[in-house]
């Protein structure tokens, strides 16, 4: 039997309602930060009052980029490596976020496109279990 390893811990989580990317907002400027700030980093922000924050589901496609080449470590992807695009995806509730996108074809991939957060392997382990992050998809 695999599990499912966050390839890093408190960044993303999987609710009912779909994935989630675990971030903080300025309650006070409403400033969105990913991953968590103890800080709002605004210069125009008149207090620093910051609260766990959601991210997701939804959002837009803003650019993409092809990986064509394996990247260096400590990325992670199973052999043999096979390109793929790279989104940064407006979400909806205002945090603009970079993440690999799910299609067979890499060059697929239009901007402007409605894309979905999911969470999905990223790579195996030497025993086999999956190494999972966020992703995107469109919808």
């Not at 609710?15 to 006070?28: K, N």
């Not at 207090?47 to 766990?52: L, P, R, V």
Request: net charge neutral.
């Amino acid at each position: 039997m695999t599990n499912r390893i966050p390839v890093a811990k408190n960044l993303f989580t999987e609710t009912s309602d779909g994935a989630r990317l675990q971030g903080s907002r300025c309650t006070t400027c409403k400033t969105p930060y990913f991953p968590k700030s103890g800080v709002c980093h605004n210069p125009a922000c008149d207090a620093s009052n910051i609260e766990d924050a959601l991210f997701g589901p939804t959002g837009t496609l803003w650019s993409c980029a092809i990986q064509d080449y394996p990247p260096p470590a400590p990325a992670k992807f199973d052999q043999p490596y096979k390109p793929y695009a790279m989104g940064v995806v407006d979400l909806d509730d205002g945090l603009r976020v970079l993440g690999r996108m799910i299609g067979d074809d890499p060059r697929a991939f239009q901007v402007g496109a409605r894309v979905r957060l999911v969470i999905d392997t990223l790579a195996h382990d030497a025993e086999g279990n999956e190494i999972v992050s966020w992703k995107f998809k469109t919808l």
